[in-house]
């Protein structure tokens, strides 16, 4: 994260930063994502190709240094042309039993964010879950939503609101969907062209039906932080999450691993008409808290 006014450029596969303190040197194969939080710092054109050859994700922030744009490359693999192809293939069907995959993952994810809290709401998402119907035709995935932030933070707690939590929970989400967009592209896929999000304002459609899964996670972190205040501290704690260990296909992983590994999965399955591809994360909370940033 680079938060102060600076001049980032390239040199020999390092990012060279220069500011008021000197000059600091970080080798491209240690980055997985930079974020550039100040409105005051500069990047050479050498340093975004070479950053983009190298599938490192690079997020803007606003004025208010809160996430405001992704860079991407327009092609992310050599046979990005066929992918294309390909996803335009895909089926209502499978799209369809994919997303209710998806919808199962993220409600299982609350649930267990909610027994963690020792919420007695839990139950009713337990319910919500064995109601889920061919690509959420009634919903649960919207009934779930209410009853899981309502039993998370107050019922007078709403995604609408102007306060810390939401803050942090959309820093958190803006994260986590510049990693998701960056695996999209990286597998040679379209962003815009979605599973169930189909804004046609939307440059991210398809990154936001895939992150939904990992949303809980954040959630989680946003309900154990003293959201007092909201500033860089916290920031960086939503940013570390990155590297927090979760478990996925049974290991531990890394969570930017754990999303590389997800994404491809979903991919195998409407590439191949068969949600058994999918390999989810598992909601081990306990595992995910240990490396703890709270």
């Not at 009934?143 to 609408?160: D, E, M, P, Q």
Request: glycine share 4%; net charge negative.
């Amino acid at each position: 994260m680079v938060s102060s006014s600076s001049k980032l450029d390239y040199k020999m596969d390092y990012l060279v930063v220069r500011n008021q303190e000197g000059s600091k040197r970080v080798h491209l194969s240690e980055i997985s994502v930079l974020i550039v939080e100040s409105t005051a710092v500069s990047l050479t054109a050498y340093l975004l190709c070479e950053l983009a050859k190298r599938k490192i994700d690079i997020v803007f922030c606003d004025e208010k240094r809160c996430p405001f744009g992704t860079f991407l490359p327009y092609f992310g693999n050599h046979d990005t042309s066929l992918k294309f192809r390909k996803q335009l293939q895909w089926t209502s069907d499978i799209k369809g039993f994919v997303w209710s995959e998806i919808v199962r993952s993220k409600i299982s994810g609350q649930m267990a964010v909610l027994v963690k809290n020792e919420k007695t709401e839990s139950d009713m998402l337990y319910n919500y879950l064995n109601e889920i119907e061919f690509a959420d035709l009634t919903n649960r995935e919207g009934h779930a939503a209410k009853v899981y932030f309502n039993a998370l933070f107050g019922k007078t707690f709403s995604r609408s609101q102007e306060n810390n939590i939401n803050a942090a929970l959309n820093y958190g989400y803006s994260v986590l969907l510049s990693a998701v967009a960056r695996e999209v592209v990286a597998n040679g896929y379209a962003c815009q062209l979605g599973i169930f999000h189909d804004n046609v304002f939307n440059q991210f459609n398809l990154a936001c039906d895939l992150m939904e899964p990992f949303r809980p996670f954040i959630d989680y972190t946003v309900s154990k932080m003293d959201l007092t205040v909201f500033e860089h501290k916290e920031k960086m704690n939503m940013v570390q999450l990155l590297n927090k260990i979760v478990l996925i296909d049974g290991k531990e992983q890394y969570m930017l691993n754990a999303i590389k590994i997800y994404v491809k999965s979903v991919f195998e399955a409407l590439n191949e008409n068969d949600i058994s591809f999918i390999k989810g994360p598992e909601y081990d909370l306990q595992i995910y808290e240990n490396d703890s940033v709270f």
